[in-house]
């Protein structure tokens, strides 16, 4: 349904001398002015080495999304490390990542790589835990204004699939990725967007892509073929500002990990791709392998 766009000021302003993109790899941060995300430790009340912050969204209970030892690999994507992920899911608090500047315009897109270890209690018609929200801060209520949600459902054989909701909370409108992903063992790479088209009469559109191609991984645009919906309203406020990972109720994915999340206003922002080595380095090799042929030689 299109929103009637109606000019709002407001006080939610995100006051900082950084700018999107946003990247938590969920390590060490004190190197780079932000705290400790020691292992064991609560995500709620940390900040990455740019100040950009976590807080709680939701109901305060006793489980919290904390920071485990261990990466997710993604081959072909640029990592900088740091051997620690955010591990969450089922019943608990959830929490929010506060964008360095709110986004109303263009596309904005999110990644991470994602494993889930357990999909106890999961539903065959599929649940969100994850996306894009209009506010920031700490609040104590769940967020209700979710957009590019991730559902997740159970497949086959102890399997789950992985899918898009724009807004709509309606299972017949969530799309669905058409693998069958085994817990526990596999890692997925999850890109996700959303499209404002404020100001026209077409629907915002929000599109997720699940393991794309790492050929595509820096390009300038993003590729064809992701998951695409417009079903439901368009975000409230014509606003995202945080990014929410969801521990709301016992229908989530009882066990979910995820890593170096990224926010950015472009494909290339959230895809970085290994770097190529550069000409003086292959030059550097080139010639050491030379210096040891003569050696060798003699």
Not at 14 to 32: E, K, Q, R
Not at 219 to 236: R, V
Request: charged share 10%.
């Amino acid at each position: 349904m299109k929103k009637i766009v109606i000019p709002v000021f407001f006080s939610l302003v995100a006051i900082s001398s950084y700018a999107l993109p946003d990247y938590d790899p969920f390590s060490d941060a004190t190197s780079g002015s932000g705290t400790s995300y020691t292992v064991g430790s609560n995500l709620i009340g940390q900040t990455n080495a740019a100040g950009v912050g976590w807080t709680q969204a939701g109901p305060n209970s006793a489980v919290q999304p904390t920071i485990q030892a261990g990466d997710l690999t993604i081959s072909g994507l640029a990592s900088s490390g740091g051997n620690q992920s955010v591990k969450f899911g089922g019943n608990g608090t959830s929490a929010r990542f506060n964008l360095s500047s709110i986004v109303g315009s263009g596309t904005i897109y999110y990644s991470f790589a994602l494993k889930l270890t357990s999909i106890a209690g999961l539903s065959s018609s599929g649940v969100f835990w994850s996306g894009f929200n209009n506010s920031a801060g700490t609040q104590l209520t769940t967020p209700t204004t979710v957009v590019t949600r991730i559902v997740t459902r159970t497949g086959p054989g102890g399997t789950f699939n992985l899918g898009l909701d724009k807004s709509s909370g309606i299972v017949g409108s969530f799309v669905w990725d058409s693998n069958n992903f085994a817990p526990t063992t596999d890692t997925i790479f999850i890109v996700g967007s959303y499209t404002f088209n404020s100001g026209s009469t077409t629907d915002d559109v929000s599109q997720m892509w699940v393991n794309p191609n790492s050929a595509d991984f820096g390009a300038a645009n993003a590729p064809a073929g992701g998951l695409t919906s417009t079903a439901g309203n368009d975000i409230s406020l014509n606003q995202i500002a945080s990014f929410v990972f969801f521990d709301r109720n016992a229908a989530e994915p009882a066990g979910i990990v995820a890593d170096d999340l990224r926010i950015g206003t472009s494909w290339a922002d959230v895809t970085p791709a290994v770097p190529e080595p550069t000409t003086w380095v292959l030059t550097a090799v080139g010639l050491a392998g030379l210096f040891l042929r003569r050696i060798i030689r003699r």
